[in-house]
């Protein structure tokens, strides 16, 4: 192996190192994002709380033990662009729709900037064999 062999790979390895961090760094930011929803939907109905609110869809998505990862981290057209796998766990089928809304948007007022989430794939846990359809 040459030197720029050595230095082609050196740098591949830095940069998947690179993308590792940064995954785990959104990867909290998703996990945190999450459970501040779940704490508003908690407390969305307290008469403290009237300027909080969360789409019931979203919520109902949350309480399916809904677990997300971040599988990549891309920048397209300037907008931070995050792919993830969403599982979640109930008797039937749920839109994600609502409750990927109010991730990007919680996302989105805690970093000052903008971020599309894509779901890559979105996997319902529960047994299929038990499912109501």
């Not at 990867?27 to 929803?37: A, D, G, M």
């Not at 109905?45 to 997300?68: L, M, P, Q, T």
Request: net charge negative.
């Amino acid at each position: 192996m040459n030197l720029q062999e050595q230095i082609n790979r050196i740098q591949e390895i830095m940069d998947k190192d690179v993308l590792n961090r940064k995954k785990e760094v959104f990867q909290n930011l998703v996990n945190n994002s999450i459970e501040n929803l779940k704490n508003t939907c908690e407390t969305m109905n307290d008469e403290e709380n009237d300027e909080e609110h969360v789409f019931f869809d979203a919520c109902d998505f949350i309480d399916s033990s809904v677990d997300v990862r971040v599988t990549d981290i891309r920048t397209l057209n300037g907008v931070l662009n995050l792919l993830v796998v969403i599982k979640y766990k109930n008797y039937r089928y749920m839109d994600e729709d609502p409750f990927v809304y109010e991730l990007q948007n919680e996302l989105q007022s805690n970093l000052g900037t903008k971020i599309k989430i894509e779901v890559e794939d979105s996997i319902n846990t529960f047994p299929s064999d038990q499912r109501n359809w």
